[in-house]
């Protein structure tokens, strides 16, 4: 009986070691992938590689004077991400009266050298309700707010945006 046990634990270990079957250690599974359409570095993206090298190079007065005009355009700013979470403000919070919800997205790799960037996303509709977290998103909305974090390293952006229109990534 003993030596079954010290078989199935060698089986076991020889098992784990292994992986998964019919997965090679670098290939990412299917299922985990991104969707075709998921593409942060996209040109038509309010912040893809092209239009964030721009503002990468602008001086802090030109960064000002393009943030303002992305803020005078109502449902303008696009993005996509990974979802992570959605949650409820209260009254007594302070972006509650650009919205009832609030949805964070992140862009995990960087779009443009080391720079990430954390959306925070306002809607009185519950945007991402029962996505779990990494669900592949894209979203328009009205920008609210951006810092960018030019000194920190990484370098980042965190975005707000109010009116958000939030749709899911399939593929």
């Keep these: 009986m003993r030596a079954v046990g010290q078989s199935l634990a060698a ?3 020889l098992s784990v070691a292994a992986g998964p079957l019919g997965c090679d250690k670098g290939e990412e599974p299917a299922w985990q992938k991104p969707p075709e359409r998921f593409d942060v570095t996209k040109d038509e993206l309010t912040f893809g590689k092209k239009n964030l090298e721009a503002f990468n190079t602008m001086s802090s007065g030109e960064r000002a004077a393009h943030v303002d005009a992305i803020k005078s355009k ?4 696009k993005g996509q991400g990974r979802f ?3 949650s409820s403000l209260g ?3 302070a972006d509650s009266e650009l919205g009832k919800y609030e949805a964070s ?3 995990e790799d960087p779009v443009l050298y080391e ?3 954390e959306y925070n996303l306002l809607s009185n509709e519950k945007i991402g309700d029962g996505y779990p977290k990494g669900t592949y998103v894209e979203f328009t909305g009205t920008l609210v707010d951006l810092d960018y974090q030019d000194d920190s ?5 965190v975005i707000k945006l109010k ?6 990534l399939d593929a």
């Design 163 to 168: 009116d958000t229109k939030f749709e899911r």
């Design 153 to 157: 390293k990484p370098r980042k952006l």
């Design 105 to 107: 997205v992140l862009v």
């Design 74 to 77: 109502p449902g303008s700013f």
């Design 91 to 93: 009254e007594n919070i």
């Design 115 to 117: 720079i990430t960037i």
């Design 11 to 13: 089986l076991l270990v």
């Design 84 to 86: 992570q979470v959605v």
